[in-house]
């Protein structure tokens, strides 16, 4: 607070907070709960002006950015900065090397009503022995019919929008995670894990 002649002006400081959480499988990504389903604060303590920067989806799991810098939602999901988001899917099926090439290239999918072209992306397969948590219902099991890892790197984040895509290539996702965002991966993450983060961790992950 500060007196400059007959007006007193107060100064207000906000501290800063940044929180990376791994989201469980079912849980909503945001504060509120809506038709008794889980959210966030279910699971996670944070200030009550800490917010998720975008979303992820109800049966996805994987990394969520908590804060309170309203200049971060912007950088973040503004299209033209195209910042980098990897996802681990599982499909049903042996996927085909047609159908990762038409993925990679980019494929119709319906966004809000309106048809789209998804943007190129980046596509490896992912061997069955990779390292993720146990999903809590864990996906359901057929005998006959096998199924395929494989990472996924986009730059643009539309409503569903891998679900869609490999939908778009008739093959069904059983089993999706947001493995990476910026330069922040879920190694050495579980389901519910909250890692805060410093102003600076954040300036490095995403911005440099």
């Known amino acids: 607070?500060?007196?400059?002649?007959?007006f007193v002006i107060i100064e207000t400081f906000i501290f800063i907070n940044h929180y990376l959480i791994y989201k469980p499988f079912q849980v909503l990504s945001q504060f509120t709960s809506m038709d008794g389903k889980r959210c966030l604060k279910d699971i996670v303590d944070v200030p009550t002006d800490v917010y998720?920067?975008?979303?992820?989806?109800?049966?996805?799991?994987?990394?969520?950015?908590?804060?309170?810098d309203t200049k971060i939602n912007h950088q973040l999901l503004t299209p033209a900065l195209e910042h980098k988001r990897i996802y681990?899917?599982?499909v049903e099926g042996m996927i085909t090397t047609k159908a990762i090439a038409m993925l990679t290239a980019g494929v119709s999918i319906n966004n809000n009503g309106m048809i789209i072209q998804t943007k190129p992306a980046r596509?490896?397969?992912?061997?069955?022995?990779i390292a993720v948590p146990e999903r809590n219902p864990p996906i359901r099991f057929r005998k006959n019919i096998p199924t395929t890892w494989v990472e996924i790197q986009l730059?643009?984040?539309?409503?569903?929008?891998?679900?869609?895509?490999?939908?778009?290539?008739?093959?069904?996702?059983?089993?999706?995670?947001?493995?990476q965002i910026g330069?922040?991966?879920i190694q050495g993450m579980q389901p519910g894990d909250v890692i805060t983060l410093s102003n600076e961790e954040v300036r490095q992950g995403f911005f440099r």
């Open 1 to 6: 607070m500060s007196i400059q002649g007959d």
């Open 52 to 68: 998720p920067v975008g979303r992820l989806d109800y049966d996805s799991e994987g990394l969520l950015l908590l804060t309170n």
């Open 88 to 90: 681990w899917v599982q």
């Open 123 to 129: 596509l490896d397969l992912l061997g069955d022995d």
């Open 155 to 179: 730059t643009e984040g539309k409503n569903r929008q891998v679900r869609k895509m490999f939908a778009a290539v008739h093959f069904p996702v059983l089993r999706l995670i947001r493995a």
């Open 183 to 185: 330069a922040f991966t």
